[in-house]
């Protein structure tokens, strides 16, 4: 149920691609306390600019069923951070993150939602 759809302003092999898109996944799995089986994450890179420049940022936008709160949202923020920088070196002042929270009905699977 929890999604995490990153951006980056750079290119990614195939082996970063899968480092993130693991990562991302047992980040939400850890932080919203469910299966990995039960969590998305997107990758994808464009042309970004932030501050005045080009290059080197990434903007997440994690979306979740239920709620979540600042605490734990700083904790997701500080761990995708880390795991950018680590894989794709951008600096973590380069990074931005949305935290959006839905309630039953406004999320759904399949042929239903929850």
């Known amino acids: 149920m929890p999604f995490a ?5 750079k290119a ?21 306390g469910k299966p990995v089986g039960y ?8 042309d970004m ?3 005045g420049r080009e290059g080197d940022c990434a903007f997440i936008d994690v979306r979740v069923l239920g709620p979540t709160n600042a605490t734990k949202n700083t904790a997701i923020v500080t ?13 973590k002042e380069r990074v931005y993150a949305t935290f959006g929270s839905y309630a039953s009905g ?5 042929d239903y939602t929850f």
């Open 39 to 46: 969590c998305m994450a997107s990758l994808s890179s464009m």
């Open 12 to 32: 990614y092999s195939a082996e970063a691609k899968a480092k993130i898109l693991a990562g991302a996944q047992k980040i939400l799995s850890e932080q919203f």
């Open 106 to 110: 406004f999320w759904g699977h399949g």
């Open 79 to 91: 761990a995708f951070s880390a795991l950018l920088g680590e894989t794709l070196s951008v600096p």
């Open 5 to 9: 759809g990153i951006q980056v302003s």
């Open 49 to 51: 600019a932030f501050g």
